[in-house]
């Protein structure tokens, strides 16, 4: 059955210091989240062993750190990250910024922690 998801019918979860995620797409083979970062939030840097992500903002800025490089993504622009490489989300401007991170297979239980 086809239907249509949103983040008012998705699954939510809360991560991070008051950072939002919605499961669009929540399959054995493919995951695709909307994720919401308020200002001056960050995630943990990491890496995936099996998953390759990408990465694609839809409102405001984010910074990607990926293998010690800095990518500044606006609207409309994205960045992939291939299993192995170690990665960091940063929201260093003064708004949310609003993307999507698309996982194949899923990233979730494939995450290693970075020191």
Not at 66 to 90: D, K, N, Y
Not at 93 to 103: E, I, K, N, P
Request: aromatic content about 8%; proline content about 5%; glycine content about 8%.
């Amino acid at each position: 059955m086809t239907m249509t998801i949103s983040k008012d019918t998705a699954e939510h979860y809360l991560w991070g210091q008051g950072c939002d995620g919605w499961h669009l797409v929540r399959t054995p083979e493919l995951s695709v989240i909307e994720e919401r970062m308020p200002p001056g939030t960050s995630e943990a840097r990491h890496y995936h062993v099996r998953a390759r992500q990408f990465f694609y903002v839809l409102e405001g800025e984010l910074t990607m750190e990926v293998e010690r490089s800095f990518h500044t993504l606006r609207a409309g622009e994205g960045v992939e990250i291939a299993p192995g490489m170690a990665h960091q989300a940063f929201n260093r401007s003064g708004s949310d910024v609003r993307f999507l991170v698309t996982s194949h297979p899923p990233s979730h239980g494939d995450r290693v922690a970075c020191e």
